[in-house]
């Protein structure tokens, strides 16, 4: 059996701008010191990368790495991205536009991407043709032995204010990636990176005339060739659903990444920010299951695994395509008689309990409940054990 493995972190909406450019909109500033890591995002999540020895294959970023194309702010923002992924030990850093990282207001300059084509040092792909077809195209597939990346420009199409209202995708490009897939014949962990949303995120009354024009038909093309995983930044809100396709009988899980270090997600969301770790596997012929590990960042105190029911699962995943009852019945199965047994012994058997989506959890654990399966903790903090109060009372 082919197993393709992949891990990636996820940096997205960093808003870095320097200080005294603009009101603060972030935590992340260009000239901040780093005397207290615990307050400064990158030195923080640099310690933790160290204390809890976090590696990763690939660091993917949804873009705005600047606010408002404030110039050393993008630097910075760059660089930090560069720094992180170093010590991630990552092949590389895979990376697309924001549209604050697009000049559309011409404050600098009367073209759009010329602060983002000029920060260089590979920005946003390590290869120039890559850089090229993404700066012309408006996507580029990046390919490995056991990945394929699309990497999509949302903001291809911000020339001024007004086309900067909401992300877009050409029928031209499209075409090109359907031509361009129909062409591979492999099974492949097959990402979609873009910063903009391709269906609606209405939630928080964030409002949905901001998203991909052309989404529907973006995720069709992505659903007609299996696509395992859609990564997408700009809402600062932690999402993860699946979309439908009727027509081919699968779905596509969408990650709204949230924000790395943006403050405006607080006033909009009551979410917190977020740094994310995916465990992706696949088997020959069958989508990617997906266990995502998240970090949220506390001002004075840095990143940590928390429990915030207002924030983003600190465990969760996606790929599980069975009926969740059966999930239950392997439970009620597993524990038995027993009136207490360790849960991580339970999900060494049941595997599937760990690519559950934050709703799939949920039911989960309200049917455990109503089968009188009782878990120490929210599935979300991996609970240390499982009770069984039929078993306890006797019946």
């Not at 493995?5 to 960093?14: G, P, W």
């Not at 299996?226 to 969408?254: A, E, Q």
Request: glycine share 6%; aromatic share 10%.
């Amino acid at each position: 059996m082919s197993l393709k493995k992949l891990s990636i972190a996820i940096i997205s909406d960093m808003h870095c701008h320097y200080s005294e450019s603009s009101s603060k909109d972030t935590y992340l500033t260009s000239n901040m010191l780093r005397t207290d890591p615990n307050n400064h995002p990158v030195e923080s999540i640099l310690k933790t990368i160290k204390k809890e020895k976090i590696k990763v294959d690939l660091t993917l970023c949804p873009g705005d790495f600047t606010n408002k194309t404030d110039v050393q702010g993008f630097i910075s923002g760059w660089d930090f991205t560069l720094e992180i992924n170093n010590e991630l030990k990552g092949k590389e850093v895979i990376a697309t536009v924001g549209n604050h990282d697009v000049d559309s207001y011409e404050t600098f300059s009367n073209y759009s991407f010329e602060v983002a084509r000029g920060i260089k040092k590979s920005f946003p792909l390590k290869n120039e043709d890559d850089c090229d077809k993404f700066w012309s195209k408006g996507c580029v597939f990046i390919e490995a032995d056991d990945y394929r990346i699309l990497v999509i420009n949302s903001s291809h199409y911000h020339y001024n204010k007004k086309s900067a209202a909401a992300g877009k995708v050409g029928d031209d490009l499209i075409n090109y990636i359907d031509e361009y897939l129909v062409e591979q014949n492999d099974d492949k962990i097959n990402i979609a990176l873009a910063h903009h949303h391709p269906i609606d995120h209405s939630r928080s009354k964030l409002g949905e005339e901001d998203k991909i024009v052309n989404g529907d038909a973006l995720l069709e093309i992505l659903g007609k060739y299996k696509f395992d995983l859609f990564i997408h930044g700009h809402k600062h809100d932690p999402l993860l659903r699946y979309h439908n396709f009727h027509s081919f009988g699968t779905k596509i899980p969408i990650l709204s990444s949230g924000s790395f270090s943006a403050i405006s997600n607080l006033g909009f969301t009551s979410r917190r920010n977020t740094f994310h770790k995916i465990d992706l596997i696949k088997t020959k012929e069958k989508p990617s299951k997906g266990r995502i590990t998240t970090w949220t960042f506390i001002p004075k105190n840095g990143w940590k695994i928390v429990n915030d029911d207002e924030g983003f699962d600190s465990y969760t995943g996606f790929g599980f395509d069975g009926d969740l009852q059966d999930i239950v019945d392997e439970i009620i199965a597993e524990v038995g008689n027993e009136q207490i047994k360790s849960w991580p012994d339970v999900v060494k058997v049941i595997p599937d309990i760990e690519y559950l989506t934050p709703k799939e959890a949920k039911q989960l654990e309200l049917k455990l409940k109503d089968a009188g399966l009782i878990l120490s903790g929210k599935l979300s903090q991996i609970p240390e054990i499982i009770s069984n109060t039929k078993a306890k009372n006797g019946n």
